[in-house]
């Protein structure tokens, strides 16, 4: 076949654009449904912006990963999305506690001891058999923690600097009546050693989160320990509550006798959910489900017993949202039981709340800044947090990690508009057509050739 013939041509120049990679899509702030200026507060260079109902309303993606940040000129800069970060509790001051020793009586013999407490006062009398007197030396002690409001976590012993080495063990109990007592620790150690200038001081004892009007030291043995003199109780640390949203839905029955199903609107990180009751002075017990991805089934997430009762004087008692784990979901399916009659009449809403996650971003260019969302075809452009935050590597602790500075979003502004949020018509796929277009002149050059061989041949 002659080189000059068209068909080789045409065969080549397929092949050649056949093989030619796709061109790649360039980034452009329309892309994006919405956009939302971010308005600084604190010194940067990172900061770190709450995700309000409104974004997630917007967002096509459960994870979040159809959002970025861009500055003034339209430069994505470096971002993350994290679940926020517990704000940390302060540590609890010690409360000094009262305390009264009792001299001479031996564990063996804490039935002979008689504890009165005098009402609407502080006074307490404590009282020993004399056929029990021992030494002039405590063997136990009381202390008044009715001063102290919150769960005590450690007791701090305190006794005279003087005091000779030791090394003791103390059985502590608690009471709310000075009658019945129930263990706490029974074998906590308290040391004071000094050798050769060097001094080992123990005496802070830990226990199991405890609220009680009185506790009780005991020596374990009959040797005792050094005369106590202070006792300091510290309260358990209280982890301030973090900030959460909230959202009311009607529900719409089923064709199944007392089954719900509610829209939220969006996928949200729910954590909490509960039941507004149609009727007041009900009692039902619900169970939460969520649908299971691909199917028609759904899966409980959680169950409890939820009412909402009058009381007379203080208004409705609704029962305490029930936890669940974080659940981007967006349709949620109820059902409850019938025993008791269960919901009465009328339609129940359906109250979740969650913690949002947050947009963290080092303020790289000029601003403003805006954050960009909903965008059904999008890459995500996301770095871990720990990227933007500990750049150095958790290796590098000189510096520690960036504290960032607090942003907040401003009213959302039209981009793309909501075409973005729908999944774009499938473009045909021209490299598959080119490469078939290739396949089938092939098999005809092949054809044509065999064809004018087996002519010659004749």
């Known amino acids: 076949m002659s080189p000059r013939n068209p068909w080789w041509a045409l065969l080549v120049g397929v092949m050649i654009v056949g093989t030619l990679p796709a061109r790649a899509a360039t980034f452009t702030q329309t892309d994006y449904a919405y956009s939302a200026t971010l308005e600084l507060t604190g010194a940067g ?114 006794w005279d600097s003087a005091a000779p080495d030791f090394s003791a063990r103390l059985q502590i109990d608690a009471s709310d009546d000075l009658e019945h007592w129930r263990p706490i620790s029974s074998d906590a150690q308290i040391v ?8 080992f001081v123990r005496n802070e004892i830990p226990i199991t989160s405890t609220r009680a009007s009185f506790l009780r030291l005991t020596w374990n043995s009959v040797q005792g320990g050094p005369v106590i003199n202070t006792v300091d ?60 991805s691909g199917t028609r089934k759904w ?20 029962s305490k949202p029930i936890s669940v784990p974080p659940t981007p979901e967006r349709h949620w399916r109820v059902r409850i039981s019938d025993a008791g009659g269960g919901i009465g009449h009328g339609v129940p809403r359906l109250e979740v709340s969650w913690i949002p996650s947050e947009v963290v971003f080092l303020a790289r260019g000029k601003g403003p800044f805006k954050l960009l969302y909903g965008n059904t075809d999008a ?3 996301a770095l871990t947090p720990g990227a933007i935050l500990n750049p150095m590597g958790s ?46 002149v092939g098999v005809g ?12 041949l004749r």
């Open 192 to 199: 004071s050693l000094h050798y050769a200038g060097q001094t």
């Open 445 to 456: 050059v092949l054809a044509f050739m065999a064809w004018r061989l087996f002519k010659a």
């Open 299 to 318: 899966r409980s997430v959680a169950e409890g017993q939820i009412y909402d009762l009058a009381l007379p004087g203080s208004g409705d008692l609704p």
């Open 45 to 158: 260079p990172a900061y770190a912006a709450s995700l309000p109902l409104e974004v997630y309303r917007s967002v096509t993606r459960a994870d979040l990963t159809d959002i970025c940040v861009v500055n003034a000129s339209g430069e994505v800069v470096p971002f993350a999305v994290r679940r926020p970060v517990a704000p940390r509790s302060r540590n609890p001051e010690p409360v000094r506690l009262r305390l009264f020793p009792i001299l001479g009586v031996s564990r063996a013999s804490g039935a002979a001891l008689r504890l009165r407490l005098r009402e609407g006062e502080t006074a307490i009398n404590i009282e020993r058999s004399d056929a029990v007197a021992g030494p002039d030396h405590p063997s136990s002690y009381l202390i008044d923690a009715r001063a102290l409001q919150q769960p005590i976590a450690e007791l701090r012993i305190g």
């Open 395 to 440: 290796q590098d602790v000189s510096h520690g990690s960036l504290q960032p500075g607090r942003a907040t979003l401003e009213a959302a502004q039209l981009l793309g508009g909501p075409i973005r949020l729908r999944p774009a018509a499938p473009s045909p796929d021209w490299k598959r057509w080119i490469l078939l277009t290739i396949l089938l």
């Open 233 to 292: 109780a510290i309260p358990r640390a209280i982890e301030p509550p973090q900030k959460r949203l909230s959202l009311q839905v009607a529900g719409s029955a089923t064709a199944r006798p007392g089954e719900f199903d509610f829209d939220l609107g969006a996928r949200l990180p729910v954590g909490q959910v509960t039941l507004l009751l149609p009727e007041p002075n009900s009692v039902v017990r619900a169970e939460f489900l969520i649908p299971v």
């Open 379 to 381: 890459q995500s452009l």
